[in-house]
Each structure stands twice: as structure tokens, then as C-alpha cells.
């Protein structure tokens, strides 16, 4: 069985660059979530994709926008970065959208913005 | 607004003995609950979970203690052992919507 998978493993950007972050799902898990580790913080939720659809958001601002491709896999996009992004992304995958079902995790990307 | 807290940040504990991790949440309307294991580089593991139907779940040295009066959730692991040195996040889903709310971690330092 294929755990999740995340690219790159770390990104230096400048601020007001763009940045994709790419996941890959685990094998069978059809539904996708992104959350976002700051230092000393736990995962914080942006959003969900399920049927390649936006299924759900947290409270980040719509700078942050992304993908799920036909075979589940999944990007986040960040626009216009600032310096509070620098953190951890987690990718996490399900198995079917819904709240009884775990997330399994990637190992993250981490971004630094300067 | 932390919705689920986690007050210590740290414990450290003797090789063979019982580490207790402790979790408060603020909102009536979670109904599950997990506890996740961090190492270094790594995301984050899932353990173990709990619905709110429930008070006790097991699975091996690990056992989640459900409180729903208290809003209190604890994650017992017995006998401890140095692998289990790790950051422990609790986190907790209400019944609609699809988003896990987490905790900012427990370090648990096993000592041989």
C-alpha cells in the first residue's frame, strides 16, 4: 500500500511569489486535505478536495486555492506570499469524505518565505 | 480560538511505566476524536480514535479515555517505551463538516 507522498520536501520562496505544492494520495483514499503547521502549532485546516471539488475550507484567505486531479492526487496553491506562510503543509489523505474516516498524513513540504 | 487544547507541552517518562497525555476541548459539538503521533521530518501518524458514543478504546499499549462531561480526552500508553518518544497531537472532528481541529502537541520524552 502507497502512504501519501508530498513535492518537494522543502521550498525557499521570496515574498510575493507563488508557490504549488504537489501530494499524492494513498492508494484507495479518493478524498484530500491540506493543513498547514506553523512553529509550535498544531495542523491548522485550509481545505478539502473530494471529486475534484473544493469540499470544505478553513479560515485562510482565497490567496490559498488548489486542485484534485482524476487519479485523487492533489496541489495547493499559494499566491502573493507573505511571510507568515513559512511553515509546514500536510497533505492527508482519506478514505471517503466524512468525519469518522482518519487522516493519513504525507511527511509535508516545508516552505520559508523571506 | 483554540478549540482543543493540549496544556502541557512536555512530559518525560520512565522506560516501562504508564504515559498519560492529556486533551480539553471546547465544543459541544465534537463527536470524534483521535490522537496522532509526530517524529522529526515526519507527518503526523494516526493512533488511535474514539467516537463520542463511546468512553474507552484499546488497541494494544494504547488505550483513549473519553470524558464528554468534562470535555476531556486522554491518551494512556502502557508500558512506555523509548520509541514512543514523539510529539503527540489530539484532535477532534464535530458531527458536520469535514475538518479535524488539533491540538499544539505534547513532546514525550521516554527515558531507558
Known amino acids: 500500500e502507497t502512504g501519501v507522498t508530498q513535492s518537494p520536501t522543502h521550498l525557499i520562496k521570496t515574498r510575493g511569489q507563488q508557490v504549488t505544492l504537489r501530494c499524492s494520495s494513498q492508494s484507495g483514499h479518493n478524498t484530500v486535505s491540506w493543513y498547514q503547521q506553523a512553529l509550535g502549532q498544531g495542523p491548522q485546516f485550509i481545505f478539502q478536495y473530494y471529486r475534484e471539488e473544493e469540499n470544505g475550507r478553513g479560515n485562510f484567505p482565497p490567496r490559498f486555492s488548489g486542485l484534485q486531479f482524476p487519479n485523487y492526487s492533489s496541489e495547493l496553491n499559494v499566491n502573493a506570499l507573505e511571510l507568515d506562510d513559512s511553515a509546514l503543509y500536510l497533505c492527508?489523505?482519506?478514505?471517503?469524505?466524512?468525519?469518522?474516516?482518519?487522516?493519513?498524513f504525507g511527511n509535508g513540504t516545508r516552505l520559508t518565505v523571506t | 480560538d483554540q478549540q482543543v487544547k493540549q496544556n502541557s507541552p512536555s512530559l518525560s517518562v520512565q522506560e516501562g511505566r504508564i504515559s498519560i497525555l492529556n486533551c480539553d476541548y471546547t465544543?459541544?459539538?465534537?463527536?470524534?476524536f483521535l490522537w496522532y503521533k509526530k517524529y522529526p521530518a515526519e507527518g503526523p501518524t494516526f493512533l488511535i480514535s474514539?467516537?463520542?458514543?463511546?468512553d474507552k478504546n484499546e488497541d494494544g499499549r494504547f488505550t483513549v479515555f473519553l470524558n464528554k462531561s468534562a470535555k476531556h480526552l486522554s491518551l494512556h500508553i502502557v508500558p512506555s517505551q523509548p520509541g514512543d518518544s514523539a510529539v503527540y497531537f489530539c484532535?477532534?472532528?464535530?458531527?458536520?463538516?469535514?475538518?479535524?481541529?488539533f491540538g499544539t502537541g505534547t513532546s514525550l520524552t521516554v527515558i531507558p
Open positions: 465544543n459541544s459539538m465534537f463527536d470524534y
Open positions: 484532535a477532534a472532528s464535530p458531527n458536520t463538516g469535514n475538518q479535524f481541529y
Open positions: 474514539i467516537s463520542s458514543i463511546k
Open positions: 492527508a489523505s482519506s478514505r471517503e469524505t466524512g468525519y469518522r474516516s482518519p487522516l493519513h
